[in-house]
């Protein structure tokens, strides 16, 4: 299991034929605002991951995210292997009430179940 930051952006569906060059420009200012920071920004099912980074820079890479504009949400992640077992178990698990936290825009984080 690792941490992934998923990131929500908004609007970028209305843009018609425009779409990729919205999406190059959001993908841009993410990676330029992360430049200080050893990670990786990767893209799923429509999608941007914020992956493989130093847990001990979580707090400044999610505060650095909240200033990206076109990023309406972020939620700090565990990914797992999708098993039964696995989504079971996590969502048997309860919340650590110590990673929950509240950040600048009133993005929320949270460690998902």
Do not use: H, P
Request: charged share 30%; hydrophobic share 35%; glycine share 4%.
């Amino acid at each position: 299991m690792s941490k992934v930051i998923l990131l929500r952006f908004g609007e970028l569906y209305l843009k018609g034929k425009n779409r990729g060059f919205f999406e190059k420009t959001l993908i841009s200012n993410i990676k330029e605002s992360l430049q200080d920071y050893s990670c990786n920004v990767i893209k799923s099912s429509g999608r941007y991951f914020v992956t493989n980074y130093d847990e001990m820079d979580e707090e400044q890479i999610v505060t650095a995210l909240t200033k990206v504009f076109g990023l309406v949400s972020l939620s700090v992640t565990t990914e797992i292997e999708t098993s039964k077992q696995n989504i079971d178990y996590r969502k048997r698990s309860k919340w650590d009430k110590e990673n929950l936290s509240i950040y600048k825009n009133d993005i929320f984080c949270q460690v998902a179940v």
